[in-house]
């Protein structure tokens, strides 16, 4: 539920609640409390931790960063250590292998409905997102 919707569902609610004779037996409006009052519950503990999860996902981007540049350092060790050593050249063989930069990238196209929406992980810097359509990204 978007943030507009939530504002609807709201003042639904509220009228709900004013005016329940105006509602027919056969909604259920303790269910409707029940499930309004859960999401009240929820998002106020989202709002509380979003910080935190922020913070712990830019913590995250950080050590992925630092673990990248100590895992080529140490692949670089690795190559150098495996020559004459059998074992370890199939290991860094395999890890070549199983991780091998692609160097040609095919374009990812979305087809959005109206008002649809996408979210596009793991852009490659200096690449380039076109619109084709009229609508404004």
Known sequence: ???KRTG???AVYLA???NQTAIPATFQIDEYKKDKALFDDINYFIQIFRPVMEAM??????????????????YD??????IGNAPLT???TNI???YKKSTS????????????????DNVIPETFLVNNGKTIL
């Open 90 to 92: 199939e290991t860094v």
């Open 77 to 82: 060790y690795l190559k150098r250590a495996s």
């Open 105 to 120: 990238k095919s374009a990812t196209i979305f087809t959005l409905p109206p008002s649809g929406s996408v979210v596009v």
């Open 1 to 3: 539920m978007a943030t």
């Open 16 to 18: 709900t609640m004013a």
């Open 96 to 98: 070549a292998t199983a």
């Open 57 to 74: 996902e830019d913590t995250l981007l950080m050590l992925g960063n630092e673990l990248m540049t100590q895992s080529d350092t140490c």
């Open 8 to 10: 609807y569902v709201a």
